[in-house]
Each structure stands twice: as structure tokens, then as C-alpha cells.
């Protein structure tokens, strides 16, 4: 009875599972009782074991199964003066560290980063992304970071680490250089160069960053808007065919001004048409008179080119040409031509040689 309760003042076995998938460190639970010396220690892979000692850090364990002696617990032994082989019980608090990575951790931009684009000027941008962690010294995290809390999720040190981020990333944005259209082809490049702006200061704190990824960098809404308009007049490209177009596909809707405009004047040509069918009072005539036909329509005047010393005039009407040809700046020998002749020809030999015949010949001098 007596060693059965001696027995059960001390702990002889000490391991961890989580299944939360978001705690970073839990505290082993003695419940005021001492660990026993050569107890059985198990650290499974993704965890470390930190002993914190009468408030200092003593060993640090990495995976494996350990026996709790002397030959492998320097630290405490030398904290607890220890003389070899000596065994007694010890009170010691025992931290389990996950340094497995944490996965899809956001971050963003909370006030706008102000940068100067090389073609926009002054602009306001956002950013956001995700990143992941890992506790990579989980002595160094649990005196900077987790203190005496005895169970330390990742929401507890996420906010700083977004912090971090944002200071670094609105740096690192606003001096890059990079056009904002082109922000989009370099995002890749941008976040490793925030990664490893990044890294030291993390490293303060036991973590580590493996991944960084920005997923978007966005300007205001306004903007957007503009640069929308401007792309789709690049789309647009000849406006004046763009709209040509609208007004033509227009005419096919019957639900448009135009096409209902159509509309009428087609309903108006065809009842034009039927009452020219109907007799008088809308009777069907006996023997209709068939309308005259149009008369043929008037003939283009032609017009004429003049060719002299090597340089052409025109067009010319024939009023234009009896008047040259009377000042003498039309003769049987200059080059004409007109539309639908064959190439250059003599006066003489052309269409106006009837003109030339009824110039009459230059005064006689007195």
C-alpha cells in the first residue's frame, strides 16, 4: 500500500498527441508531481520536448524515445547538482513545441502602401497573400514567445508575424521600381525578396518563414475602373467603325429606337404599297392603270485632267475646258484624259476634239 502510493507521486512516463492542428506548445501535466528519475520520455516526429528548470531553460529534446538520466539530461543535471549517479525525483516543467510548418496563414495590406508607378505617378496599392511557419529553435520560442502560457496556439503569434510582414512588403513595394501593370508578371520575385527581408527578425523569435506568397496587388476601385476604360478603348480600336457597328446591329433588334424606327417605315412602304392596290373606298380595282416608269436618272457630266510641262490639273468640267481652250491653255496638242479613257491622249485625238472644233481662233490684230 505504502509503495503503491510512493509509486504514484511520480511520473514515469511523459509524451504528447495533439490532434488540433493549430496548437504550437502544450505544457506537460504533472499535477504537482515530480518526475522520475529514468522516466520515460517520448517525442514523436514534428515535436520537441523543452524542460524548463526552476525558470530557466534546461534541456531541449528533439524526436526520439529517451531514459531521463543523467547521461543525457547535461543541462538539468548541472542546475539540479547532480553528483554522478545520483537518483532522486525532480520537478521540472515540460513543454511540448509541434514544429511541424502551419499552413495557410494570411496576411494583407491594412492601409493602402503609397508607391510612384513610373507611367501612373503617385498610386495607392494593396497586398495580400499567405504564408507558412514553423518553430525552428523551440528553446529560443519558448523564452521570447510563449512565456509561461501552457497552451499557445498559432493565432497567438500570427498577428505579429503579419505585422512583420506588412512593414517589410510596404518597403519592399514601394521601392521595387516595378510598374503596377507589370506587378502581376513579378509576384514570384517580389515575395522571395519579402521572405528574406523578413527572415532575421523572425529568426528573433525561434520561427522560421518556408513559404511567402502574395497572391494579389491591387489599386483602388477608382482606378481600376479607368484602366478598365482605357483597355476597352484599346479593344475598341477605329470608334467611328465601333460605333458604325453598334448602329447596324441596332437596326436588327426590334426592341431598339432604331430597329422599331425601321420598323415603321417598312410598316409605312408597305401600306403605301396596298393602298396603291386597293381601288377607291378600299374596293379591288377592275383594270388598274400600271404606274409610268421612273425616268432614267441624269448622267454624269464627265470631267477632264490636263497634263502640262509635267504636272497635272483637274478634273475640269466642259465649261472649265471652253475656257481654256480660249485662252489657249487647252490645245489639239495637250495630254487629257477622263475616267473610263485608256491612258493619256492628244486633244486632237480625244472626245474633246468636237469641243476644240467650235473654239473659234484667236482675234486678228489690228
Same mark, same amino acid.
Given at each position: 500500500?505504502?509503495?503503491?502510493?510512493?509509486?504514484?507521486?511520480?511520473?514515469?512516463?511523459?509524451?504528447?498527441?495533439?490532434?488540433?492542428?493549430?496548437?504550437?506548445?502544450?505544457?506537460?501535466?504533472? =499535477?504537482?508531481?515530480?518526475?522520475?528519475?529514468?522516466?520515460?520520455?517520448?517525442? =514523436?516526429?514534428?515535436?520537441?520536448?523543452?524542460?524548463?528548470?526552476?525558470?530557466?531553460?534546461?534541456?531541449?529534446?528533439?524526436?526520439?524515445?529517451?531514459?531521463?538520466?543523467?547521461?543525457?539530461?547535461?543541462?538539468?543535471?548541472?542546475?539540479?547538482?547532480?553528483?554522478?549517479?545520483?537518483?532522486?525525483?525532480?520537478?521540472?516543467?515540460?513543454?511540448?513545441?509541434?514544429?511541424?510548418?502551419?499552413?495557410?496563414?494570411?496576411?494583407?495590406?491594412?492601409?493602402?502602401?503609397?508607391? =510612384?508607378?513610373?507611367?501612373?505617378?503617385?498610386?495607392?496599392?494593396?497586398?495580400?497573400?499567405?504564408?507558412?511557419?514553423?518553430?525552428?529553435?523551440?528553446?529560443?520560442?519558448?523564452?521570447?514567445?510563449?512565456?509561461?502560457?501552457?497552451?499557445?496556439?498559432?493565432?497567438?503569434?500570427?498577428?505579429?508575424?503579419? $505585422?512583420?510582414?506588412?512593414?517589410?512588403?510596404?518597403?519592399?513595394?514601394?521601392?521595387?521600381?516595378?510598374?503596377?501593370?507589370?506587378?502581376?508578371? $513579378?509576384?514570384?520575385?517580389?515575395?522571395?525578396?519579402?521572405?528574406?527581408?523578413?527572415?532575421?527578425?523572425?529568426?528573433?523569435?525561434?520561427?522560421?518563414?518556408?513559404?511567402?506568397?502574395?497572391?494579389?496587388?491591387?489599386?483602388?476601385?477608382?482606378?481600376?475602373?479607368?484602366?478598365?476604360? =482605357?483597355?476597352?478603348?484599346?479593344?475598341?480600336?477605329?470608334? $467611328?467603325?465601333?460605333?458604325?457597328?453598334?448602329?447596324?446591329?441596332?437596326?436588327?433588334?426590334?426592341?431598339?429606337?432604331?430597329?422599331?424606327?425601321?420598323?415603321?417605315?417598312?410598316?409605312?412602304?408597305?401600306?403605301?404599297?396596298?393602298?396603291?392596290?386597293?381601288?377607291?373606298?378600299?374596293?379591288?380595282?377592275?383594270?388598274?392603270?400600271?404606274?409610268?416608269?421612273?425616268?432614267?436618272?441624269?448622267?454624269?457630266?464627265?470631267?477632264?485632267?490636263?497634263?502640262?510641262?509635267?504636272?497635272?490639273?483637274?478634273?475640269?468640267?466642259?465649261?472649265?475646258?471652253?475656257?481654256?481652250?480660249?485662252?489657249?491653255?487647252?490645245?489639239?496638242?495637250?495630254?487629257?484624259?477622263?475616267?473610263?479613257?485608256?491612258?493619256?491622249?492628244?486633244?486632237?485625238?480625244?472626245?474633246?476634239?468636237?469641243?476644240?472644233?467650235?473654239?473659234?481662233?484667236?482675234?486678228?490684230?489690228?
Amino acid at each position: 500500500m505504502v509503495f503503491d502510493f510512493l509509486k504514484g507521486e511520480f511520473i514515469d512516463v511523459i509524451s504528447w498527441l495533439d490532434d488540433t492542428r493549430d496548437t504550437m506548445v502544450w505544457r506537460f501535466d504533472r =499535477r504537482g508531481q515530480a518526475i522520475k528519475y529514468g522516466a520515460k520520455l517520448t517525442v =514523436r516526429e514534428g515535436q520537441a520536448a523543452v524542460f524548463i528548470h526552476e525558470g530557466q531553460l534546461a534541456d531541449v529534446f528533439q524526436p526520439g524515445l529517451y531514459m531521463l538520466e543523467t547521461n543525457n539530461m547535461p543541462i538539468l543535471t548541472t542546475l539540479q547538482h547532480w553528483d554522478h549517479g545520483f537518483q532522486s525525483p525532480f520537478k521540472s516543467e515540460v513543454y511540448f513545441v509541434n514544429t511541424t510548418r502551419f499552413n495557410d496563414q494570411k496576411w494583407g495590406t491594412k492601409n493602402p502602401i503609397m508607391a =510612384r508607378d513610373p507611367e501612373f505617378g503617385p498610386v495607392r496599392l494593396r497586398a495580400f497573400g499567405t504564408y507558412s511557419m514553423r518553430v525552428t529553435d523551440p528553446g529560443k520560442f519558448i523564452q521570447e514567445v510563449v512565456g509561461t502560457d501552457g497552451e499557445f496556439t498559432a493565432d497567438e503569434i500570427s498577428f505579429q508575424i503579419r $505585422n512583420v510582414i506588412v512593414q517589410e512588403a510596404s518597403q519592399v513595394l514601394a521601392k521595387s521600381g516595378i510598374p503596377v501593370l507589370d506587378m502581376a508578371g $513579378n509576384l514570384a520575385d517580389l515575395g522571395k525578396i519579402i521572405a528574406n527581408a523578413i527572415a532575421p527578425q523572425v529568426s528573433e523569435y525561434g520561427l522560421s518563414i518556408p513559404e511567402f506568397y502574395i497572391e494579389n496587388i491591387s489599386l483602388p476601385e477608382e482606378v481600376e475602373k479607368a484602366l478598365d476604360k =482605357r483597355t476597352s478603348m484599346g479593344v475598341v480600336g477605329d470608334l $467611328n467603325r465601333y460605333m458604325q457597328y453598334n448602329a447596324a446591329e441596332s437596326m436588327g433588334q426590334p426592341g431598339s429606337a432604331m430597329g422599331s424606327a425601321m420598323g415603321a417605315g417598312m410598316g409605312m412602304g408597305m401600306g403605301a404599297s396596298m393602298a396603291q392596290n386597293m381601288g377607291p373606298w378600299g374596293a379591288q380595282p377592275g383594270a388598274a392603270a400600271a404606274p409610268p416608269p421612273p425616268p432614267p436618272p441624269p448622267s454624269a457630266a464627265k470631267v477632264w485632267h490636263l497634263a502640262v510641262d509635267g504636272a497635272t490639273s483637274g478634273p475640269f468640267g466642259e465649261a472649265d475646258l471652253v475656257r481654256a481652250a480660249a485662252e489657249g491653255r487647252l490645245t489639239r496638242a495637250t495630254m487629257v484624259w477622263t475616267p473610263g479613257q485608256d491612258g493619256w491622249k492628244m486633244a486632237a485625238d480625244s472626245e474633246l476634239a468636237r469641243l476644240l472644233d467650235t473654239v473659234p481662233p484667236p482675234p486678228p490684230k489690228p
